[in-house]
C-alpha cells in the first residue's frame, strides 16, 4: 500500500538555524498539507498547498516558514530561523483530486530546538 | 469555521470492559469525520471515517463510531478493550469549503489497566 513518508525521523538544530523537513506525497496524490504537534498537545494545521500554491495557511504559519515543492515527488517544510517554541512533531499529509476526504498522513519528524 | 471538542482529556477503564470516547464537532457545512490512533512515539494512523450513508461507522481493530447530526456528536466505542488499546485518540473534522484541512481535536487518552 502506498504511504507518505517523511525524512529525518528526528532532526536537532540550534535555536536560530534553518531547517529544511522533508516528505515524499503519496505519488498521485495533488493536495498536501503540514501539520505541527507539540509536546502533548493536539495536531494543529500549518498549510495546504496545491498547484504549486499556497491555498491556506494557519496564524502559525508565519514568514518564518515556507513550502515547496521542488520537483514532482518532494515537498518540503522550510524553517528559516528556528526558535524553541518549534519544537515539535511535524506530520505531512497528502490527498488525492478523486478522494479528497481522507488525507495520509505520514509518520512525523521530530524537530528539537536548542 | 470547524472545531472539534473531546469532552474527556483522559479516560481510564479496565480490560475487557466497554469504552465509549465523546466527540463533538461544529461546522456550517456538511463535514467529513474521523477519528484518528497515536501510538506513543508513533504517527497518526487512521481507525475510521464518516462520509455520508450509514450513521454507523465500523474501523479498524474493532472500533466504530456512530455520527449523529442533530447532536453534532461522533463518538468512537470499543464493546471490550485490549491492553494494546492504550493510546491517544483524535477525533477530527474536515470539509470542502475549508480547503480539505482537518482540524484535530484536543485528543483523549485512552489507558487500559489489568
Known amino acids: 500500500e502506498p504511504e507518505v513518508t517523511q525524512t529525518p525521523s528526528h532532526q536537532v538544530t540550534q535555536m536560530g538555524q534553518e531547517v529544511i523537513l522533508r516528505c515524499v506525497p503519496i505519488s498521485n496524490h495533488l493536495y498536501f498539507y503540514w501539520y505541527r504537534q507539540i509536546l502533548g498537545q493536539k495536531v494543529e494545521f500549518l498549510v495546504s498547498?496545491?498547484?504549486?500554491?499556497?491555498?491556506?495557511k494557519s496564524e502559525i504559519f508565519d514568514d518564518q516558514f515556507s513550502v515547496e515543492r521542488p520537483d514532482g515527488s518532494n515537498f518540503t517544510l522550510k524553517i528559516r530561523s528556528t526558535k524553541l517554541e518549534d519544537s515539535a512533531m511535524y506530520f505531512c499529509?497528502?490527498?488525492?483530486?478523486?478522494?479528497?476526504?481522507?488525507?495520509?498522513f505520514g509518520p512525523g519528524t521530530r524537530l528539537t530546538v536548542l | 469555521a470547524q472545531s472539534v471538542t473531546q469532552l474527556d482529556s483522559q479516560v481510564p477503564v479496565f480490560e475487557e470492559a466497554p469504552v465509549e470516547l465523546r466527540c463533538n464537532y461544529s461546522?456550517?457545512?456538511?463535514?467529513?469525520l474521523f477519528w484518528y490512533v497515536q501510538y506513543p512515539n508513533q504517527g497518526l494512523q487512521l481507525l475510521l471515517k464518516?462520509?455520508?450513508?450509514?450513521?454507523l461507522v465500523k474501523g479498524i481493530n474493532g472500533f466504530e463510531a456512530e455520527f449523529n447530526k442533530s447532536q453534532t456528536s461522533f463518538h468512537l466505542r470499543k464493546p471490550s478493550v485490549h491492553i494494546s488499546d492504550t493510546a491517544e485518540y483524535f477525533c477530527?473534522?474536515?470539509?470542502?469549503?475549508?480547503?480539505?484541512?482537518?482540524?484535530f481535536g484536543a485528543g483523549t487518552r485512552l489507558f487500559v489497566k489489568a
Open positions: 464518516y462520509l455520508s450513508g450509514s450513521t
Open positions: 477530527a473534522v474536515s470539509d470542502r469549503a475549508g480547503g480539505f484541512k482537518t482540524i
Open positions: 498547498f496545491y498547484n504549486n500554491e499556497i491555498s491556506e
Open positions: 499529509a497528502s490527498n488525492s483530486l478523486g478522494s479528497t476526504d481522507t488525507q495520509y
Open positions: 461546522s456550517s457545512v456538511s463535514v467529513y
